[in-house]
């Protein structure tokens, strides 16, 4: 291979890769029902929490932080234990921040009576830093429907 095609190839390699890790990914699975606007949050948290929670209770949200029980059902021949939810959704997030900024986050939204997960949002930290208010309005643009997938 000669130095102008080998160029080539890395140069092709650096923008793919660079194009993927560029941007906020959002997948949607299933639709959530938002006539059932109630929502297991994490307790406490950043900033970037606490702008998720005071905008879902304004959309009119009911937020639980510990709504969870274990449910047995006995039977002459089993056991089944289960975790049981008072709420519809759950919120599970994950994130990177410093001084700077939020570098990265990892979001899912659950289904708490199918199991199935609603939807993920991920976003790399090649993307660079954003405020924890920028963040926080990503995430609840989409609990209003005002982002497509």
Do not use: H
Not at 109 to 136: C, H, L, Q, S, W
């Amino acid at each position: 291979m000669n130095k102008t095609t080998l160029g080539l190839i890395s140069l092709l390699l650096i923008v793919s890769i660079g194009g993927c890790a560029g941007k906020t990914t959002i997948s949607e699975y299933y639709p959530i029902d938002r006539k059932d606007k109630s929502i297991t949050v994490p307790a406490g948290g950043n900033e970037v929490y606490s702008l998720i929670k005071q905008g879902l209770i304004k959309d009119g949200w009911d937020l639980q932080v510990d709504d969870s029980a274990l449910l047995t059902k006995k039977s002459s021949k089993s056991e089944t234990t289960t975790i049981e939810y008072k709420t519809k959704y759950r919120l599970i997030m994950t994130m990177y921040i410093d001084g700077e900024g939020v570098g990265s986050f990892n979001l899912s939204v659950i289904d708490n009576k199918t199991g199935k997960e609603a939807m993920t949002m991920f976003k790399p930290a090649a993307v660079g830093r954003e405020t924890p208010k920028e963040v926080a309005e990503r995430i609840l643009n989409w609990f209003l429907g005002k982002v497509t997938t």
